[in-house]
């Protein structure tokens, strides 16, 4: 059955990250939709305007221009942020919550709490010095979401190429959950074996917080670029 698929990206990324995924769904009869997040990708410009609300107007507003109903919503990692609050503003065209080694937060928390004190303080004092966005060395991107891709790989070259600044506000702004708790919406959470930015014991707090036993991919942070095939397989289970 053809379905429509919203592809929310994750920190430092942008729409682009998704096209081999993309390319796969629409090719089986799908209808496809990655938009850049403001102050990611194309919209890097748009920095000062990255917050949590913002990038969930930005889907929710782009489903409604585009018809899309009954959707597969997708976020990979810092998404799993954003498509609650998608769900929130446009319950009615959200059919399934896919979280794809994405962070759940509690309610009233933010997601730089989800992280050690000592990592919290490099990229707080990263974004100061980047004047409120931070970017990681390329080999820490590469260390840390796409370790299956050796180094020379042409989809790691064009990838770590993309990654732009992330901005720091979405990371410290704490988010109430606790309408999104209330909805019935069914969810799903993809856990990556392999994944060296939320590991597999953490991913399966994240699942557990949602109420689901994780689905398990042999794969790094970044299954949209290094394990396309496998993903396209359990989106199109859902």
């Avoid at 929710?60 to 585009?66: W, Y």
């Avoid at 597969?72 to 979280?99: D, N, Q, Y």
């Avoid at 720091?168 to 969810?187: G, H, T, Y």
């Avoid at 392999?194 to 689901?212: F, N, S």
Wanted: with cysteine; net charge positive; glycine share 8%.
């Amino acid at each position: 059955m053809a379905r429509d698929y919203v592809l929310v990206h994750g920190m430092s990324h942008g729409a682009w990250c998704w096209e081999l995924v993309s390319e796969r769904l629409a090719k089986n009869g799908h209808r496809v939709f990655a938009r850049d997040l403001p102050g990611h990708g194309r919209r890097a410009a748009e920095w000062r305007h990255a917050s949590v609300q913002s990038y969930a107007h930005s889907v929710a507003d782009a489903m409604a221009r585009e018809g899309v109903r009954d959707a597969v919503l997708v976020g990979h990692s810092m998404g799993g942020i954003v498509i609650p609050k998608v769900a929130e503003l446009v319950p009615a065209r959200v059919g399934h919550l896919v979280f794809l080694a994405a962070v759940v937060l509690p309610s009233g928390t933010s997601l730089d709490q989800q992280f050690p004190l000592a990592a919290r303080a490099i990229f707080t004092g990263g974004a100061r010095a980047g004047g409120g966005a931070v970017q990681y060395p390329a080999a820490m991107a590469h260390a840390r979401w796409m370790g299956d891709m050796p180094a020379g790989d042409e989809r790691l070259t064009r990838a770590l190429a993309l990654l732009t600044p992330q901005p720091l506000r979405p990371w410290r702004e704490r988010v109430d959950m606790s309408q999104f708790n209330a909805l019935a919406i069914p969810r799903t959470y993809i856990r990556c074996l392999r994944d060296a930015a939320i590991p597999p014991a953490r991913a399966a707090e994240y699942a557990a917080r949602l109420g689901v036993t994780p689905i398990d991919l042999d794969s790094d942070h970044g299954p949209m670029l290094s394990h396309i095939d496998e993903l396209v397989q359990v989106l199109e289970k859902i």
